[in-house]
């Protein structure tokens, strides 16, 4: 007996044509920039791997959207953050009068207060088996398609590098106040060992040197990781993540013998006073001490710094910046205190103070969304580019850029081995390049739900 499924498209929020994600003026407009095109959405992609009977729309301009509408769709869901609540708002309203009969959100921001009403049904958390559970699809083993991404440094039109992007355990069981995770996805839960793999030897045959693995925080689950870091070093990939100082600090060693260029972490703040009211367990010594043993060991390191706690005065947050310049971090992310919605902080920040911004576009990081009792909007945004400022220099990313060749040279045994290895990316990022996301054909016993096939008429 076999299922109809519905005609279904997921799309994410739409941008301008030819976005781009800019990586290192994330801070302040830089003349070159390293940059990837904006076309692969993790959510909508696992969504797809995982029941390809869905169509999957990412990052479409506003007229790709509007034609694909026209097509007729029975249900339309959208992933998105709250910054883009009021262009998913408008999406929305175009989407019910192209006759679409059930509208569905996912992602944080469909926690927004302006995206309430919107929906039908809501997906919370990483929703694959949820929406098969819906749909009344079954999923044998979740898979984690290819995501390959290719670099370019602007203003130069050639493609540099192809990384691949994944993750390996999804969710965090931490108490961060500012954070959205511990609500949404509040157990780390691991993506299958044998999908890891498959998506690690795809990589491999297809050009990639260098892996970004996404988790929210890499190593929690501790086993889980120790294998995955094996499967990196088994196919000798360069990698790069996000974790934890105390789980960086527990297993440097390990992930040093497996490849490792280096991690991000969040700093968050120079005050232990701050740290400790927003629940995050970290002592800026043991930052530091990690930054100088994971240079000691030629990786790099960044981090992720927030502006701006309720405590904070126009003085006091210079000094606070003045001080995490001096941290020897290699590139440090700035960001304005910012509450996000269903997070312990929302619900204190609003209490206390007020939250009082309804423009959703704000709830960027860069703007300051609630009533500070010591800092006003203006103050907070010239506070925010004078940290920039000061964070980015010239040393700063020399070093940082050294440092990765280094990287690659000590692993490889010499700088030439790590040369040869540079000087090869670009070839590969146009020998392998693929014009359209690829994902792996249904395992047996799927081999009914087409892969790449939009799915509408399909049966299951
Ligand atoms: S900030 Fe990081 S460690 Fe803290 S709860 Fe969020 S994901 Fe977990």
């Known amino acids: 007996m076999t299922k109809k499924l519905p005609k279904i498209l997921l799309t994410t929020y739409y941008i301008e044509p030819g976005g781009w994600y800019e990586y290192f003026s994330h801070n302040k407009p830089s003349r070159f920039q390293m940059v990837y095109h904006v076309k692969h959405s993790h959510a909508l992609s696992c969504i797809k791997q995982n029941i390809p009977g869905i169509e999957i729309l990412q990052f479409p301009t506003w007229e790709e959207y509007e034609k694909k509408l026209s097509q007729g769709w029975d249900i339309v869901g959208f992933s998105f953050y709250s910054a883009q609540t009021q262009r998913v708002a408008r999406m929305a309203k175009a989407a019910r009068d192209a006759g679409a009969k059930e509208l569905w959100g996912g992602n944080y921001g469909i926690t927004t207060p302006g ?139 390990e992930w040093c013998d497996a490849y490792l260029m ?9 005050d232990p006073q701050t740290l400790k009211d927003w629940h995050k367990n970290l002592s800026p010594q043991a930052l530091l001490d990690l930054a100088d043993e994971v240079h000691r060991k030629n990786r790099y390191i960044f981090g992720y710094y927030i502006l701006g706690n309720a405590n904070a005065t126009y003085e006091s947050t210079i000094a606070e910046i003045e001080a995490v310049t001096k941290y020897d971090i290699d590139y ?25 911004e309804k423009d959703w576009d704000k709830f960027d990081t860069k703007h300051l969304t609630w009533n500070h009792p010591h800092i006003k909007p203006g103050q907070m ?38 040369l040869a290895l540079i000087s090869s990316f670009p070839y590969k990022s146009y020998r392998h390049y693929e014009k359209e996301p690829y994902f792996f054909p249904p395992l047996s016993g799927q081999k009914d739900l087409k892969n790449g096939s939009p799915g509408p008429k399909e049966d299951l």
Not at 383 to 410: G, H, N, P, Q
Request: aromatic share 14%.
């Open 115 to 253: 995206a309430l009403g919107l929906f039908d049904k809501v997906f919370p958390g990483y929703a694959e088996y949820d929406i098969a559970d819906y749909l009344g699809v079954k999923i044998d083993r979740l898979r984690h398609p290819p995501i390959i991404d290719t670099w370019y440094i602007r203003p130069l039109p050639f493609r540099v590098q192809r990384v691949g992007q994944m993750q390996s355990q999804r969710g965090c069981p931490m108490k961060c106040t500012f954070c959205q995770t511990p609500r949404w996805a509040p157990r780390s839960t691991p993506i299958p060992l044998e999908s890891v793999d498959e998506t690690l030897r795809y990589f491999k045959e297809h050009g990639v040197d260098w892996v970004g693995i996404h988790d929210e925080s890499f190593g929690l689950l501790e086993d889980h990781s120790r294998e995955v870091v094996k499967l990196l070093k088994k196919y000798r990939l360069f990698w790069t993540t996000q974790t934890r100082v105390e789980t960086a600090t527990k297993f440097l060693d």
């Open 262 to 270: 280096g991690f991000g972490v969040g700093i968050e703040n120079v």
């Open 332 to 356: 440090i992310w700035m960001t304005i205190l910012t509450p996000f919605p269903d997070t312990p902080l929302w619900e204190e920040i609003d209490n206390k103070y007020g939250i009082f």
């Open 381 to 418: 945004e010239k506070l925010l580019d004078f940290a920039c400022e000061s964070v980015v220099s010239t040393k700063r990313l020399s070093k940082f850029i050294w440092r990765i060749y280094k990287s690659y040279s000590k692993h490889l045994g010499s700088y030439a081995k790590g």
